[in-house]
Nanobody
């Protein structure tokens, strides 16, 4: 069994920062790609950022230069540092971790950017 748990969401003012973290635990033989997605009300879930096992990254155009994804392979952890947050970043953020060649998703964490 594999569990994926996220943390770090919350309410922040425009221009502020938040850091999301996600950890996989359980019976883990291998972890490949990791990623963060988000879903705003009335919209489809979209990719925010992803990172391969060797550290290659990919970002949505809307977050380039503001968000940074990183991973700690020893801790089975992926993080998303979000700076210069905008109201349009408001969404439920989900992490996805590829464990043992299967994708596992976190439960989602709310990020609200509002004054």
């Amino acid at each position: 069994q594999v569990q994926v748990v996220e943390s770090g969401g919350g309410l922040v003012q425009p221009g502020g920062s938040l850091r999301l973290s996600c950890v996989a635990s359980g019976t883990i033989f291998s972890i490949n790609s990791m990623g963060w997605y988000r879903q705003a009300p009335g919209k489809q879930r979209e990719l925010v950022a992803s990172i391969t096992r060797i550290g290659s990254t990919n970002y949505a155009d809307s977050v380039k230069g503001r968000f940074t994804i990183s991973r700690d392979n020893a801790k089975n952890m992926v993080s998303l540092q979000m700076n210069s947050l905008k109201p349009e970043d408001t969404a439920v953020y989900y992490c996805r971790i590829s464990v043992n060649r299967r994708d596992y998703w976190g439960q989602g964490t709310q990020v609200t950017v509002s004054s």
